[in-house]
């Protein structure tokens, strides 16, 4: 059973000063609207397990934006959010980074119109969402092989995220899916798949450089075969048998 935890006097200004941001150049503000937006639409649309507006704030806000704080993401840089939900972590990481733009993906179309209202009351330029199973965008030229950086959290194991992001993914983009903390060797099954994706796992001093602090760290070296991904169910039964066990 997951154990519920309060977040008490937390500080997203300071926060994100500790992260080497500059509160100032950021939309703070915005940021701290969305954590409300989400805390209220969760009474109605199970968005999220936070249940105060501060919580929101350093779960879903900051915990989003942390593990690229201090990354160079460009101007001009087109996210991918795999499996949006409320909008985590597209929203927060297109607020904190000037100047990129965002595809929001996510099946759930009552979730979907919540983040519509989000982008449109936030005025966030640049951000569209997409209602559509990731499967199915993975074989769709308009989205297929376009990402110069795709993120996902919390939407499924590892092994499903790696398949199903690897075909959104251009080639010399990157792809992180995070995780609580830096993950311990990847399995062999895991391995041999990833090259068959045309990913490379990210080692530690490239991920130093390059500014992501936690998760699992991939780069598109070659294209992704035609016939990936494949059907969620196929992916999901394979992914099951493999364990990813954490470095900490």
């Not at 937006?37 to 989003?64: F, I, P, Q, Y």
């Not at 110069?148 to 398949?163: C, I, K, N, Q, T």
Request: proline residues 4%; contains cysteine; glycine residues 10%.
């Amino acid at each position: 059973m997951k154990k519920r935890f309060h977040v008490e006097h937390f500080d997203l200004e300071k926060a994100l000063q500790d992260m080497g941001l500059d509160p100032a150049g950021i939309q703070v503000e915005k940021m701290k609207q969305f954590a409300r937006m989400v805390v209220d639409h969760n009474r109605l649309v199970n968005l999220t397990g936070c249940k105060t507006v501060t919580e929101a704030e350093k779960v879903l806000v900051a915990d989003s934006i942390r593990p690229l704080s201090t990354s160079n993401v460009p101007r001009g840089t087109l996210l991918v959010d795999m499996g949006t939900g409320s909008g985590v972590p597209g929203v927060p990481i297109v607020l904190a980074f000037d100047g990129i733009s965002a595809i929001l993906v996510d099946s759930n179309g009552k979730r979907i119109e919540f983040v519509k209202r989000v982008i449109d009351e936030l005025e966030i330029p640049g951000c569209r969402v997409v209602t559509a199973r990731v499967e199915d965008l993975g074989h769709d030229d308009q989205y297929r092989e376009k990402a110069d950086l795709l993120v996902s959290r919390g939407f499924a194991h590892p092994y499903v995220a790696m398949e199903m992001g690897a075909s959104l993914v251009k080639k010399g983009g990157m792809m992180l899916v995070y995780s609580r903390g830096k993950e311990g060797a990847l399995p062999t099954e895991m391995c041999g798949h990833m090259r068959e994706l045309g990913l490379d796992a990210a080692g530690d001093d490239f991920a130093d450089r390059a500014g992501v602090g936690e998760g699992l760290l991939w780069m598109k070296k070659e294209h992704t075969p035609a016939r990936y991904p494949r059907r969620f169910p196929v992916i999901k039964r394979e992914a099951s048998r493999i364990a990813i066990v954490s470095s900490e």
